[in-house]
């Protein structure tokens, strides 16, 4: 029997949460089969299984957050008895603390799976939880007693119900339970103990945001069930609405959503940058009928007929070409050493906005693709970051990001630096406006397209000088895209 350790699937990992189950009890798996996607604090990613052979239990259930090196699937090797014939695990100490846990060895045979790689130390696991709720915990491993207590009737459901009594109590079926403690209300349990229920009443309990530690369980043996999970978010006894549209529930003027993964990343991120760099914003507003025009050619290019071709896409190439002239925007500051470090590469991020929060994934050394490879490399990353299957890679190692708020109508703003870059430009809606054209020296006015751009930079090393060179040079580009031959 293996029980695979939740793994750290990026640099400096501590803690993942389970969003969703992609195998069941009794599966068999092969090396590498996805068993369940994790939220990191940088992204969903698809974790592979380091063994293969027949599932046993799911130590932990969807929408929990557990540390790295937490045993989280049970897989019961070739050659090993199923679940129900195996010898049963000895009881765990009471309280072994922090316990050190070496999560730095892959499995024989396996040397290069996701998550595995050198670190220079154990990592700190937090305290187990008391036997009485580890021992609850072994009952996904009997397959048989857990299809039976889901069914909810019949002699194998009462067999289910006394042995989850009895694994709670830490005692076998049948043994008096000694008074070890204060007696406890009939059908309550400590506190601090996970709380015994159904998939579909944790599912409920999460949409209407109850925690089930907190509640007093009616059913039989301990279990929380859907009356309990109901009774305690009926604020007055009002019709009940899932968290995900409580915006419109009766009685309702305010409700909570913690802040976690991808969220709680990016706002300690955006505090970070707002309060180390300096920002100032710079606006222009240009006249890009002639980069509408171009787009409509390249979309019917036959080398393009497949991607998704955009004004983004010439912007791209704006940025990439504009910064050959102003280098310093694409660099870094580096306060401890007090450097500036220049690179001749532009690792180019797209802000993405998803349900989960604001991620930038970006493009490897644009400053070398061309048109077409722009364009492909575009589309796979907008289409990866609305799927939220943006991994840690893909967003390490930026140099300078794009934010694309036209695409919500909104005319532009003053965005916030990304962590480790020094310059950030947000593209603004394009409109039709009325615009003053000169023609042979004779102004007129004529409907055009126009869009506004917005600069900010970091002004400890960017000059107000650097700063408006290149974002003029971006705005020519997309006024006259013609002159992208002078760069």
């Known amino acids: 029997m293996a029980d695979y350790k939740l793994p750290d699937v990026g640099e400096g990992l501590t803690e993942a949460e389970i969003v969703a189950w992609k195998v069941k009890v009794g599966d068999v798996i092969a090396v590498n089969d996805v068993v369940c996607d994790i939220e990191t604090a940088k992204s969903i990613v698809e974790l592979p299984s380091p063994y293969a052979g027949a599932v046993t239990a799911l130590l932990v259930p969807e929408g929990e957050t557990v540390a790295v090196g937490t045993p989280i699937i049970a897989i019961a090797q070739e050659g090993e ?113 996970r709380a015994l229920a159904k998939p579909p009443v944790r599912k409920l309990a999460k949409d209407l945001g109850v925690d089930l530690t907190t509640l007093t369980p009616s059913g039989a043996g301990g279990v929380v069930t859907r009356e309990d999970v109901e009774a305690a978010a009926r604020p007055g006894g009002e019709e009940l609405t899932p968290r995900a549209s409580r915006d419109s529930a009766p009685g309702e003027r305010e409700w909570r959503e913690p802040v976690k993964g991808v969220r709680k990343m990016m706002a300690e991120a955006m505090v970070g940058s707002a309060f180390s760099a300096p920002h100032v914003t710079e606006w222009v507003t240009v006249d890009v009928t002639a980069t509408m025009e171009l787009v409509a050619r390249l979309k019917a290019r036959p080398e393009l007929r497949d991607l998704k071709v955009s004004p983004l896409l010439v912007l791209a190439r704006a940025v990439v070409l504009a910064a050959r002239r102003t280098p310093v925007v694409n660099s870094t500051f580096d306060a401890e050493a007090q450097e500036i470090v220049f690179k001749r590469y532009v690792n180019l991020g797209i802000a993405a906005a998803t349900p989960r929060g604001l991620v930038v994934p970006n493009i490897k050394d644009a400053q070398d693709l061309t048109l077409p490879e722009l364009a492909e490399a575009l589309t796979a990353l907008t289409t990866t970051a609305r799927e939220g299957r943006t991994q840690p890679a893909e967003m390490a190692g930026g140099t300078f990001t794009i934010t694309n708020v036209g695409v919500f109508g909104v005319d532009s703003g003053t965005p916030i630096i990304n962590p480790g870059e020094s310059a950030i430009l947000a593209f603004g809606a394009i409109r039709k406006q009325p615009w003053v054209v000169t023609h042979d020296g004779v102004d007129t006015i004529e409907p055009r397209q126009v869009t506004t751009l917005a600069l900010s930079f970091d002004h400890r090393h960017i000059d107000g000088a650097a700063g408006s060179q290149f974002l003029a040079d971006v705005a020519g580009l997309l006024e006259d895209p013609g002159t992208a031959l002078l760069f």
Do not use: C, M, W
Not at 163 to 186: K, N
């Open 81 to 193: 008895a199923p679940a129900e014939e195996a010898a049963p695990a000895p009881a765990a100490p009471a309280d072994r603390g922090h316990e050190e846990i070496d999560t730095n060895v892959p499995p024989e045979g396996n040397p290069t799976l996701v998550g595995y790689g050198p670190r220079e130390g154990g990592v700190q696991r937090r305290a187990r939880r008391k036997p009485g709720a580890e021992r609850a915990g072994e009952i996904t491993a009997h397959a048989d007693v857990q299809d039976s207590f889901n069914a909810g009737a019949g002699p194998q459901h009462d067999k289910a119900q006394e042995l989850i009594g009895s694994l709670l109590a830490d005692e076998p079926a049948g043994t008096p339970v000694p008074a070890a403690e204060p007696p406890v209300e009939e059908g309550a349990r400590p506190a601090r103990e």
